[in-house]
């Protein structure tokens, strides 16, 4: 089916494929196939340099937001994944870059920067502002979706993200998700709840309402809320 869809688009005169992602700088990563689909070459991010892997995940993003004609647009996510993964292996001046992303228009995006972010500011935990990289996944994690319940899913990453650094000043956070009324008729709750008993040593998972355990856990604790 893919296939077709290629032949049709290769078929129309005039028309300029645009594969996304893509790079200048990384000319070896799209293979020509010929007639067929144009096939991505994923050894060649192995040792890519860190600026060039940024640009790789940027242009897929964006491609996103792009108004343009997307009947012209062949997309590989394993790309932009295969980046991420080699982007979270490299050294702390990723840090900067994944927390702009946070504040990405498109959710698959900040739910992306989100998962890297979390695994850098653990790995490199001696090298970046704690408390700024806690605040900033908190900001995302309490972000109100706007025009799709799928833009909760960077929420979830946010939380996920939280969980692995486990520091007490996401409780006010967690607190926000588990007890405003905005959050009740969404998933985030049971998220925030396990994300809680992580951080304070409670498995609330254990309860016959989570979500409702956790409540009853901070309605006790108040006070307890990092500053």
């Known amino acids: 089916m893919f296939c077709k869809i290629w032949n049709a688009i290769t078929g129309k005169r005039h028309r300029r494929v645009r594969l996304v992602p893509s790079s200048d700088a990384l000319p070896g990563l799209w293979r020509d196939a010929g007639e067929s689909v144009p096939q991505a070459n994923l050894r060649a991010l192995s040792g890519a340099p860190t600026e060039v892997l940024m640009e790789l995940c940027d242009d897929y993003w964006n491609s996103y937001l792009d108004d343009g004609d997307h009947s012209s647009v062949v997309r590989d996510s394993r790309i932009c994944q295969s980046a991420l993964e080699e982007l979270a292996s490299r050294g702390p001046e990723v840090i900067a870059w994944a927390r702009a992303r946070l504040r990405h228009a498109g959710y698959d995006a900040r739910g992306d920067a989100a998962r890297l972010f979390g695994k850098l500011c653990t790995r490199h935990i001696h090298g970046c502002d704690l408390d700024a990289c806690v605040a900033d996944l908190s900001r995302l994690a309490v972000r109100p979706w706007e025009e799709d319940t799928k833009e909760t899913e960077a929420n979830t990453a946010a939380l996920t993200a939280l969980a692995s650094i486990r520091s007490p000043r996401a409780i006010p956070a967690l607190r926000q998700i588990l007890t405003s009324p905005e959050w009740q008729d969404d998933e985030l709750p049971w998220e925030a709840a396990e994300v809680l008993g ?28 990092a500053a």
């Open 198 to 225: 992580e951080i304070v040593g409670v498995s609330f998972e254990e309860s016959e309402d989570p979500v409702e355990a956790a409540r009853e856990w901070l309605r006790n604790s108040r006070g307890t809320d």
